[in-house]
């Protein structure tokens, strides 16, 4: 392994990144993380265009956040550890739904990457 790869990075999800069956699909391994929260935030929901991926998960809508700097907004989610490759494997996944990857700090102070819709990029 390099040694690129062997480096962590925090990984935020509200998503479906949360789901073992998706990581499973995605890194080939169940991730480790904790429970936190994004601060400033809220969740809107995406309608999913492409059929083959509603048909996959059963989702019509990808969930997404947008920034409100409203501290009563919170996203709730998972901080997870995965390294530089399985971030770079997450952007692919991500691809389909036009997200882009931020950092941004957790309520923990934990900074993270998180994927948002580029619609609403910071």
Avoid: C
């Avoid at 789901?19 to 929901?45: C, H, I, K, P, S």
């Amino acid at each position: 392994m390099s040694s690129n790869s062997a480096q962590t990075e925090n990984l935020f999800s509200y998503g479906t990144l949360q789901r073992a069956e998706v990581q499973l699909a995605a890194f080939g391994r169940r991730l480790e993380g904790a429970a936190d929260t994004l601060v400033g935030y809220e969740v809107r929901l995406i309608p999913i265009q492409d059929q083959s991926v509603i048909a996959a998960t059963g989702d019509t809508h990808y969930r997404n956040i947008r920034f409100t700097g409203i501290v009563s907004d919170v996203v709730d989610g998972t901080a997870f550890k995965v390294t530089t490759q399985e971030l770079e494997q997450a952007d692919r996944y991500e691809e389909d739904a036009d997200y882009q990857r931020v950092m941004v700090e957790l309520r923990s102070g934990v900074k993270a990457w998180v994927y948002l819709h580029k619609a609403d990029e910071l």
